[in-house]
């Protein structure tokens, strides 16, 4: 009798497996999370901020995740090729950004690679276009889903995880460059030749 209980509940077990491993074969094969937000500032003031790789732990969202996270750069110090690496805990991994594309005021490309906690590849663009009020900026990631992928994806929702994150860096990164673009419209206006104008101009 235990015997034929044992029996079924293995048959059971395994034909959930197979169900499951079923299913996640069948998920899509590729990804697309996107995010975007309104900076009021001209596509080039973000530019300039968003394809400097050595600015980005200004406005990551997840600088803060780990205190302790080292940072270096390699390659040229800008343009294509330049790159970001990263390694943390387990709430960072370790990975690498590298720059491959840039369009000024346009788009920046970039090819993104996770080491840990488990190896991937995925495609980074930030895509900028004017707009009423100042620029919109999408974040983008792409790639495919290996089965591991496909598999985490019936239980893990990665839009909506991956998607918080990059409106959180996005917000830092709105705040930034208008806080930069305050500063300097300030600067200008306190420039002696701005003073010396408007003095005249009440004479």
Known sequence: MIQKLALALFLVVSAAIVALLLVASMRP??????????????PFDVYNIVSDLHRFPEWSPWQDLDPSMRT????????????????????????????????????????????KPFASTSDLDFVLQPVPGGTQVSWVMSGTNNF????????????????????????????????????????????????????????
């Open 29 to 42: 094969a590729t990804y697309r999370i996107e995010r975007r937000t309104l900076i009021a500032a001209h």
């Open 72 to 115: 270096d750069w390699s390659g040229p110090a800008s343009g294509p090729g330049a790159s970001y690496h990263w390694v943390g805990d387990d709430k960072v991994g370790e990975g690498r950004m590298t720059l491959r594309r840039m369009i000024p005021a346009d788009r920046v490309s970039i090819a993104l690679e996770f080491v």
């Open 148 to 203: 591991t992928a496909k598999l985490m994806t019936l239980f893990v929702n990665m839009d909506a995880a991956v998607g918080k994150d990059f409106e959180k860096g996005l917000g830092r990164l709105k705040t930034l460059v208008e806080h930069a673009r305050s500063e300097e419209h300030t600067s200008e206006l306190q420039s002696p030749y701005v003073i010396s104008y408007a003095v005249f101009c009440l004479k």
